[in-house]
């Protein structure tokens, strides 16, 4: 879908779960798994979960930031160890190996603090064979989606669908290279994008509502010892 923004797609999170779940309609029952990424993530998926009776996990992948500029990455890191680096922005940017390590060093020990608030020692459910669909709430560069594409692969899935309320074009032309199928609800042609822009109701969404939300779905979904 071509999109050229005029007012915000979707009212929140929740919203955007729903439009993106028509989306994916053709999956509703099937042998899906969902990898939420969090924090945004988390919100969008629980409605394309409850839509498509589908099978829920996480995927924790942060940025690297780019020093002195957070806002910006330089590449991206999944749970499982997985990096993905844009190699041109590093070479524009003349970050040496030092650096890039450094950077990365200090997401790698966010990850690690993500996963265990949010998963604890639970595993991670099995994909192999199985459909995939990995679930943000926007993608601007994709930057991070490309790293938990790559780290969904080495699970060895039968299929990896990208999937996103609203997109930039470049990102999903990128992930079009990577993943088996990239669905959104809004895709800007636009030479500026903002994932907020897209939602009237926009925040960053805190570890305690994460939680909460986790707690939440477990407590309707997983057998009762």
Not at 115 to 122: A, I, V
Not at 127 to 134: A, D, F, K, L
């Amino acid at each position: 879908m071509r999109f050229f923004r005029e007012a915000p797609v979707f009212d929140d999170r929740h919203d955007a779960g729903r439009q993106l779940a028509a989306k994916l309609g053709k999956y509703n029952s099937q042998s899906v798994v969902v990898l939420a990424i969090p924090n945004g993530g988390v919100a969008v998926a629980l409605e394309v979960v409850s839509a498509l009776k589908a099978d829920l996990d996480l995927i924790i992948c942060r940025k690297i930031p780019v020093p002195l500029n957070p806002e910006a990455g330089f590449g991206a890191i999944a749970s499982d160890g997985t990096i993905f680096l844009n190699e041109e922005l590093v070479k524009r940017l003349g970050l040496s190996r030092q650096q890039i390590e450094y950077e990365a060093g200090k997401v790698r020990a966010e990850i690690k603090r993500r996963s265990l608030l949010y998963k604890g020692d639970q595993p991670l459910l099995g994909v192999s064979g199985r459909t995939v669909i990995i679930i943000d709430d926007g993608l601007a560069s994709g930057i991070t989606m490309m790293a938990a594409v790559e780290s969904v692969r080495h699970r060895r899935p039968g299929e990896i669908v990208v999937a996103a309320p609203c997109a930039s074009a470049v990102a999903v032309k990128q992930l079009g290279r990577v993943a088996d199928k990239v669905v959104t609800c809004a895709t800007s042609f636009m030479p500026s994008f903002a994932v907020a822009d897209f939602y009237r109701h926009w925040y960053d969404l805190s570890d305690d509502e994460v939680v909460r939300y986790l707690n939440q779905w477990r407590m309707r979904h997983l057998p009762q010892k």
